[in-house]
């Protein structure tokens, strides 16, 4: 690994640090951290403790796994193999699953212009639709919607729609992640103007204030007549972010609207001064359309969690 890559590594492992802080109680245990979210939001994971002598070992995950049962939270850990590869093996000798996905940066000097996406997705489709206004920050109509295309813009911080905006991208996320894959599917609007139901006021409310101080940005693409479509997020610590979250109701998919998300928000935290930017891809084939933006694999981010059991 050459100093320009490891240096990378080094930073990406420090936002990784610095992400759950403001928002969790730390314990450590052993060569492992865990973060225990306190408030409303997702459950935190473990992770190797940033700066520790060693990486963590088999009765490290043992002990950190039994104090995320105690709490009710999730057995989660998360690593990136090139900076604990030896901790591949030792995750799976303690059962757990992991999901290997590839570590993508983007390189700025190859980002597409999200306008240039559009018409990108399968079969002729019309793509997403987005301009030079989404990339200033405003949550403006963007861009044409007509022959059944998608517009894509940026949420605003504070507005009339921010809490309907708020669970839009959380209901798309939700409906979106629950059926795994690129491929076309049969849900759509209807599951997620459903899913929008019992969201909870807290978390509606701790995206809100991350979205007006910064730490937080957020995108949908949406139609007039479906609604939001696709939703994606993006997580900000002083000068690097990472995407997270970029979704397309299955019924949607093919249409170039993750494309679209992804570089829109990376437009977006370029001109804010953000240097560099970040994803993990949930496989292969998800990674391919990041690369279509401009990502660039660097290495694999591993999640592990105890196996799923189907009866």
Partial sequence: MDTRHANLLAR???????????????????????FVREGAGWPFYARPRLGADRSPTLADLTA?????????????????????????????????????????????????????????????????????????????????????????????????????????????????????GTGRGEAGPAQRDAARTGLDVAVLDEERTRLADGSRYAALAETPTEGALASGMAMRVGDIAEIAGVATLPSARRRGLATAITATLAHALLADGVEVIFLSAGSEEIARIYLRVGFRRIGTACIAEPPTITP
Avoid: K
């Avoid at 990406?12 to 865990?34: I, K, S, T």
């Fill in 12 to 34: 990406l492992e420090h936002f990784y640090d610095a992400v759950p802080r403001d928002a969790a109680r730390v314990e450590d245990h052993g060569g492992c951290v865990l």
């Fill in 64 to 180: 950190v796994r039994a104090r995320q049962r105690q709490l009710g939270l999730p057995e989660a850990l998360e690593w990136v193999h090139e900076v604990h590869p030896e901790l591949l093996a030792v995750a799976r000798s303690a059962g757990l699953a992991v999901l290997e996905a590839p570590l993508m940066v983007l390189d700025p000097t190859t980002l597409a212009r999200p306008a240039a996406l559009a018409g990108t997705g399968a079969q002729g489709e019309p793509g997403a639709q987005v301009g030079p206004a989404a990339l200033a920050g405003t949550n403006a109509q963007i861009g044409s919607a007509g022959s059944g295309g998608a517009t894509v813009r940026l949420l605003a911080p504070s507005g009339p729609t921010v809490a309907d905006d708020v669970a839009a991208r959380r209901a798309v996320a939700a409906v979106g992640f629950s059926v795994s």
